[in-house]
Nanobody, 113 residues
Framework: QLQASGGGLVQPGGSLRLSCAAS????????MSWYRQTPGKQREWVAL???????NYAASVKNRFTISRDNAKNTVYLQMNSLKSEDTAVYYC?????????WGQGTQVTVSS
């Protein structure tokens, strides 16, 4: 089970850090990802971190967002800097657990002045 948190309201140019806490060990999970979704649009992949801590980012967030994992705390983070209004969305974490994967419940990020 995944629990996402850390969303909120922030002004353009501001920062937020999202957390995704897993109920079990994430040490051996091949990869974990963050996605985001706005009303009427498909869920969009944002970032990924592998079990070896390699990372990859969508072009729209590269150089602004940083994904990281703390295996000791069973938590994955998404540090979001230089936020823009177009980053407004519900953010979800995902891990390839079980037959169809596991999603966190989502946390709302609103970037607005």
């Amino acid at each position: 089970q995944l629990q996402a948190s850390g969303g909120g309201l922030v002004q353009p140019g501001g920062s937020l850090r999202l957390s995704c806490a897993a109920s079990g060990s994430i040490f051996s999970i091949n990869y974990m990802s963050w996605y985001r979704q706005t009303p009427g649009k498909q869920r969009e992949w944002v970032a990924l971190t592998t079990s070896r801590s390699s990372t990859n980012y969508a072009a729209s967030v590269k150089n602004r967002f940083t994904i990281s994992r703390d295996n000791a705390k069973n938590t994955v983070y998404l540090q979001m800097n230089s936020l823009k209004s177009e980053d407004t969305a519900v953010y979800y974490c995902y891990a390839p657990l079980g037959p169809s994967g596991s999603w966190g419940q989502g946390t709302q990020v609103t970037v607005s002045s």
